[in-house]
């Protein structure tokens, strides 16, 4: 009979507005705006082209150049192109470049590596230096396969054509972001071949590229290779080849290495390699978990001059917060305020912030006073993260200091620190320290706003304080404060509801709300329908949707699934099936709570095989249920016994694309277990028989 309905049901539903054709709407604007200017453009553009001879070749360059660069209207630098070849105009170097540039500012790569592949088939071949600007410009678009068949192309039809050094170690570099080395390493080799002297940025690029993959022995004969060749090796080199030593767990090379590198970096202590090639082998360091390493660079400096110590102190602290170790990162604070040094706020206010979120707000509380002496004020969001952690630990004091702190911030908007402070209060359950910081705000004339107000109430009725609560929302209904709005109401409602209070709440949705101009949205109107529910007045209940539909107040996905789950815990089965089959299912407006909401409660009335008859008709229509609800048809045949049918479900769930999850697999163990203990307790009890 499910079935009947169901299908039914899903014959009269109507398509969704979503799914008409787009062009609908917007035609008009391409008929009338878009495709007019365009006419126009073009019929400017074909009498421009018959004004002008074709042979003042300067003008028309001027007018490319400027259609591509000043007025950003590649389109219409392709359509006089276009007319002028028509013609018999023959685009130079200057009007390709304008064109392949003006396609790369509009970010269409594609389209310009095309249009140089053009000209270069029409047997216009630009000069060497110009092949190189564009293929440099090329690059930029990160495809270093499609620019590697281009200069192929190029050297092709133009043997003499060299992509200049710079080209050839960008593309390597591109193909080793890729990890796709084993092709740079060929595109170095063709490089060599065609006459170019590959330099320290080549055989860094490689290296970098073979460690990436972990092939940290084939960069290793690169780097033999350079010296070798003569090529001397820089700081970056030492430290790229050191990340893949250091992955590969080869500590002992990795020492031999670092010793290497100090003394390169502090031999050549103007190059500006030094810098980043610090970087990178400081954040390998802590990838790896080397942290003593770094603690130990911190202590001893062994790089010398050739990176300031600033920066060098920054990096570290930057590298282990990105690690999650800020207990570390403080210790470098303390090593640079032991030397005179002040680390930056920035990386100040990171080491704090990251504190206050793993646990350690007691530190993080002590580096912020101790911060306030240079100039540190917390951030707001990190001043949150603070406090919250504060009152979690029920020390009230320390974030009453860092609330002072935040106060005394030069440019803070003080309401905004109250209501985050009040936040953070909400998550102790203390009514008596809301009051006090509410009263506080009117005695030092910070006028409070409705968020508030708000996050007083809710402090209010999380504890029960349902009075107080009544007060503060009379005195805005009166005009003391701010006048509530429906997030007030919906706050107090849910208040009176979770103590009992329904008669006070019903009267303020029906009666105070309209009084004042409130409308209740759906959101006021599902913690209404849940809080009665909860109270088993599954009636009322009723009575509030059906007001709420008159209202027409859009029930959602979550209103559907608080009723399901109310009308299941009051036993008015039937009426769940029929206001499926009446109200949820044509609306179109059902997910996989809504789903798993009829699932669990079927099965929790023990209609187990109605529960799988439902799923299976949800999929015959079309729909496809996330795992939840199969995991809570396999939970219920566990608690049940049943093996054949648990795994019966399973293979459905496979059947509709889904793999089972941890939860799956828990429940299935949890029933083998359940099994093979009734059969332990059988054959005992049977032994018992026998020997008496």
Known sequence: MRGQMLRAASTQRKPSPCCRPITKFFAPFYSTNSQASQIRSAEEEEEEAEGESIANRAYWSKRIHTLCTTQSNVDAALRLLDLLRLRGYRPDSRNLSSIIHALCDSNRYGEAHQRLLFSIASDYCPDERTCNILIARLLDSQTPRITAHLILYLMNVNPTFVPSLLNYNRLIDQFCLFSQPDLAHRLFIDMIGRGHYPNTISYTTLINGYCGIGEVGVAHKLFDEMSERGVVPNSMTYSVL?????????????????????MTMREDEESSANSAAFSNFVDALCKEGLFHEVFRIAEEMPQGKSVSKE?????????????G????????????????????????NAIVHGLSKD?????????????????????????KVLVEGLCCEYDLLKAKDVLQVMLNKKGVVQTRIYNIYLRALCFINNPTELLNVLVSMLQTGCQPDLITLNTVLKGFCKVGRIEEAMKI??????????????????TMICGLLNAGKSEAALNLLYKTMPELAVRPGVVTYNAVLRGLFNLQMATEAMDVYTSMVDQGVVADCTTYT?????????DRIDEVKRFWDDVVWPSGRHDN????????????????????DFLYELVDCGVSPNIVSYNILIDNASKLGWKREAYQIVGEMRRNGLSPDAVTWR????????????FVEDDSSQMEGVNS
């Open 242 to 262: 050191l990340r893949g030593v250091l992955w590969k767990r080869d500590f002992d090379l990795g020492k031999l290495l670092m010793d290497e590198l100090w």
């Open 311 to 323: 920066f060098a102190y920054g990096q570290m602290i930057d590298s282990l917060c990105r690690a």
């Open 325 to 348: 170790r800020h207990h570390g990162a403080s210790r470098i604070v303390y090593i640079m305020r032991k030397r005179g040094l002040t680390p930056s706020l920035v990386s100040y």
């Open 359 to 383: 646990g350690g707000c007691m530190r993080a509380y002590q580096l912020c006073q101790e911060g306030i002496q240079f100039g540190y004020f917390p951030s707001e969001y990190t001043f």
């Open 473 to 490: 929302l009379n005195d805005m209904i009166l005009g003391k404060f701010c006048p509530p709005d429906s997030v007030s109401f919906t």
């Open 562 to 570: 608080i009723i399901i789950d109310g009308l299941f815990g009051s």
């Open 593 to 612: 709570f809504v789903y798993a909401a009829i699932v669990k409660g079927l099965c929790s009335a023990g209609r187990w095989d109605e529960a799988c």
């Open 667 to 678: 429940t299935l163990d949890k029933l083998h277990r359940n099994v093979v203990k009734e």
